[in-house]
């Protein structure tokens, strides 16, 4: 079934004529969001008190022509799915929708539909009526496809008081439309949010949201305009060492109106960034702040950047997220939602816009308190053949293993079964494991066998030391999600090590007892 076919109800949804009571009622609504509005406007342009953000740009006359969301509905009127997901033990998918319109996701759906397997988002869907739904990205001209699709599961967060789930973009992952409606093209003018987890970031190309070019290439500079997050100070930075929010305009990453660095474009990591791109004839604008409290900053506005290729510009009105134009997809991040305008917005939309997101107090997960980082631990495996065992590391060589560990171990054996928690090195938000008796070396994964490794200070390194904690697949523990593999959980294998998906090429990817062996008890350290 093409990805078309997938969206096909909520075309019909918003085809369907509206009957007379219908059109009464929403005029009687728009009366009373008028006057709600009169109460609470300042200086122009008025705002409903219960707008949500396509509501509040459509009052300031920019709307929305695409509005991604898996956490929230971004209009009050919107009662449509928000994303799709597909399982892999039968590969059946399932709309996940709303709890109530205007409201936020049924992550209690998803849940259940994925209990005990993996699922990952295959479609994303466009909230604004234009049919501009985000689906898996295929090759391009800097890499081959089809890209990878996130993990359904890996990034957890509170909005509003109830769970949802954000898009976790591990390096190869990526979702595109190059068959948009209304996005902006040539110089028209357009803007875009998007709220972002400030501590999953890396230096790869490029973790973008916007538009990009139609046909997966780089076809010249000024031919893209997108919100990119990240450190990648190849083409442009900021002040400090990053994250900074910048615009990938093709061929450059700009924080100003300079080819490379712009002091007024400071490093941000809230966990919970906001992060605006907005672009007019010869002038344009990056701002940003914290998505839980306080008010947007302009970090740059002013005219195109003084290079060839950018006034005017060329934009070509596809979309991407997670990736570059030309498909680059060397990057990491987090999306919890985002839209597209018409028009270039004031600032006085983008701060009520702001004032929406923060008023849904969007709040992460918070680790329990044997995974707080300086915590000491063993893991003990949960599959009834292995529940005497513990991960631990092998003093002979660099291997990780399973074996049992008891209270008449041997000293090296109990110190070999305990780890200290960090903060993800590539992540804070996940963890690394530090072995207890062997300082500076940590449990990593290379060609996807688990292994114990001094650190290097390697981007790569960190990659592939950090491990984020979710609820166990078996129903059981903790199952621990590799940081730059989101579909592989750390796993026993014939009592090796390893990182694994729920079925796979690999002998360690086998879906028999998967659930079982990819979870862990948080145990009391042997050492």
């Known amino acids: 079934m093409s990805a078309l076919a997938s969206v096909r109800p909520l075309d019909r949804l918003r085809n369907r004529p509206l009957n007379r009571f219908r059109k009464w009622a929403l ?13 609470v406007s300042g200086t122009g342009t008025s705002y409903a008190a219960s707008s949500l ?4 740009y459509a009052a300031g006359g920019t709307p929305c022509v695409a509005a991604h969301s898996t956490t929230r509905a971004l209009s009050a009127a919107y009662n449509g799915p928000l994303y799709q997901v597909r399982r892999s033990s039968d590969s059946a998918t399932r ?65 509003g008081g109830h769970k949802a789930y954000g898009v976790y973009v591990a390096p190869g992952t990526g979702y595109r439309n190059n068959h948009t409606s209304g996005i902006a093209t040539g110089d028209q003018p357009e803007g875009m949010y998007a709220i972002l987890d400030g501590t999953h970031f890396n230096g790869g190309c490029c973790f973008d949201y916007g538009n990009a070019e139609t046909s997966n290439n780089d076809t010249g500079n000024g031919h893209m305009e997108a919100i990119y997050f990240g ?19 093709e061929n450059g990453l700009f924080s100003g109106v300079n080819t490379r660095y712009n002091a007024g474009d400071p490093a941000i990591s809230h966990r919970f960034t906001t992060a605006v791109v907005k672009g007019t004839a010869n002038k344009w604008a990056i701002r940003g702040g914290n998505a839980r409290v306080g008010a947007l900053s302009t970090f740059y506005s ?55 997101i923060t008023s849904v107090a969007y709040t992460a997960p918070v680790l329990p308190n044997t995974l707080t980082p300086g915590s000491r631990i063993s893991l003990r495996a949960t599959t009834s053949c292995c529940t005497t065992d513990y991960l631990r590391h092998d003093d002979a060589g660099t291997n990780v293993v399973i074996s049992p560990v008891s209270s008449s171990s041997s000293a090296t054996d109990k110190g070999d079964a305990t780890w200290i928690v960090r903060a993800g090195l590539a992540n ?100």
């Open 27 to 39: 005029c009687a609504v728009a009366a009373v969001t008028l006057i709600a509005s009169a109460l």
């Open 53 to 56: 953000p396509c509501d509040l």
């Open 95 to 159: 709309d996940i929708g709303l709890l109530s319109r205007g409201g936020y996701a049924n992550a209690a759906a998803q849940d259940s539909f994925c209990a005990g397997t993996t699922c990952v988002i295959t479609v994303i869907y466009d909230q604004s009526g234009r049919g501009n739904h985000l689906t898996q990205a295929p090759g391009g001209g800097a890499a081959g496809g089809p890209d990878n699709l996130a993990n359904a599961v890996a990034a957890p967060a509170t909005v």
């Open 231 to 249: 450190n990648n100070s190849f083409w442009g930075y900021g002040a400090g060492t990053g994250p900074w929010i910048m615009a990938d305009l």
């Open 302 to 356: 002013g005219v195109r950047p003084n290079a060839s290729g950018y006034n005017p510009m060329s934009k070509e009105g596809a979309i991407v997220l997670g990736i570059g134009g030309d498909n680059s997809k060397s990057a990491a991040g987090t999306f919890y939602e985002g839209v597209m305008t018409s028009g270039y917005p004031s600032d006085a939309t983008e701060n009520a816009v702001q004032s929406n």
């Open 428 to 527: 804070s938000s996940c963890v690394s494991f530090e072995s207890a008796n062997a300082s500076g070396r940590y449990l990593r994964h290379n060609n996807f066998q688990l292994r114990l490794n001094a650190n290097d200070s390697t981007s790569l390194f960190a990659e592939d030391a950090t491990f984020c904690p979710q609820a166990g697949n078996s129903g059981q523990g903790y199952s621990f999600m590799s940081g730059n593999y989101d579909s592989k959980y750390l796993r026993h294998y014939f009592y090796t090590g390893y990182i694994a998906g729920d079925g796979g090429a690999n002998a360690w990817d086998a879906a028999k007892s998967w659930a079982e062996d990819t979870s862990w008890q948080v145990a009391s350290p042997w050492s």
